[in-house]
């Protein structure tokens, strides 16, 4: 791009014309930021800002100052502009150009480069700061917003950049530039910080939140997922699982210790194991079947049902039977005492085959 000599920075120690953006009277001046470019030899970035001076706008070469100053007290971020490094023409009025708003200064005129000091409010935006006073702080960049309200509780938000930040990027055409739309469907997730010092991270999705919430005056610890909810709670000293279905993967061992244990459920399916041990004493009340072998050394309460199709060794000996021992002396037919043993089934109910 040529540009008219009107246009051509020139130092004000050298140069003692008119046109001269650097005249001795130049001090601070409102400016838009058309470009930025990043200069290898010096590795550090160049911004093309377009000023007022005498009622035309000029390009002038900024560099900009860092907030804060130290090695490690420091922050940096990019203004923002049409096109970063390429060359631009003019946008026309600067009340609706798109670039960032800025103010630039000279030293006494006796650089050829100007300072960007800072920023002020795009004359394109509205004020966001509630009249009521219930903000005290708000920002926003490239689609993070912070938020302080009155009480000191502090809210950040991803909102994303904007669905139309084409439209926004363009070329004045004498028409109001539309307010950003952002994608809620992506955005709006956010955490921040209340009065009482919790802390809440969500999703915000407008169907199943996903949450964590740090409850600090309940002492309770909150995650939830859709219908799905844990909670711990520091006082009582609980877990509150609400879930639909869980699933516990333990590849080498599990281990349960409790003084109470009560387990409720409709229909308990299966449960496997190559080896099962229980000592204690083992109440059964209902309907039992069992299929394999059953070695029983403690007691059994039934008041239900007892099927079984392997053998139950209840009582010691060859086959599964309850029986009692009587034995009986007598005189045989020679004079000689004779021993009967005959057997006194216990069972009330006995099936022979």
Not at 63 to 81: A, C, I, K, T
Not at 111 to 116: A, D, K, Q, T, Y
Not at 264 to 277: F, G, H, M, R, Y
């Amino acid at each position: 791009m040529k540009l008219c000599n009107e246009y051509i920075i020139k130092d004000s120690s050298r140069f003692n014309i008119d046109k001269s953006l650097m005249s001795k009277n130049y001090s601070i001046r409102i400016g838009m930021v058309r470009e930025f470019v990043y200069v290898n030899n010096t590795k550090e970035t160049r911004y093309i800002v377009e000023v007022f001076d005498k009622g035309r706008m000029r390009p002038l070469t900024c560099s900009r100052l860092s907030r804060f100053g130290g090695l490690f007290n420091y922050e940096e971020f990019n203004f923002r502009g049409f096109d970063p490094g390429s060359e631009n023409i003019s946008y026309g009025n600067l009340g609706v150009t798109p670039g960032d708003t800025v103010m630039v200064a000279c030293i006494n005129g006796e650089s050829s480069e100007g300072v960007i000091l800072g920023c002020v409010k795009h004359f394109g935006r509205s004020e966001t700061l509630a009249a009521d006073g219930s903000i005290s702080y708000i920002s926003e960049f490239n689609g993070i917003q912070k938020v302080i309200n009155k009480n000191g509780e502090y809210r950040v938000t991803f909102k994303g950049v904007p669905t139309n930040i084409s439209e926004l990027s363009k070329a004045p055409n004498g028409k109001p530039y539309p307010e950003p739309v952002y994608n809620n469907e992506i955005g709006s997730s956010f955490y921040q910080f209340s009065s009482d010092g919790s802390y809440l991270v969500s999703d915000n999705a407008k169907d199943g939140v996903q949450s964590i919430l740090l409850d600090k005056s309940s002492g309770k610890l909150v995650v939830v997922s859709g219908n799905t909810s844990l909670t711990i709670d520091k006082k009582e000293e609980s877990y509150t699982i609400v879930n639909k279905k869980m699933t516990i993967n333990s590849a080498d061992e599990w281990n349960l210790n409790t003084k109470k244990t009560v387990i409720k459920s409709t229909n308990l399916i299966q449960a496997e194991a190559k080896d099962i041990k229980t000592t204690g004493k083992w109440a059964q009340s209902g309907d039992m079947s069992i299929k394999g072998n059953i070695k029983q050394t403690g007691n059994s309460e039934i008041t239900g049902d007892f099927k079984n199709t392997g053998q139950a060794l209840l009582a010691g000996g060859k086959y599964p039977l309850i029986y009692d021992i009587v034995l009986i002396i007598g005189i045989g037919n020679a004079g000689a005492p004779v021993v009967s043993v005959p057997t006194v089934l216990k069972t009330a109910m006995t099936k022979a085959t």
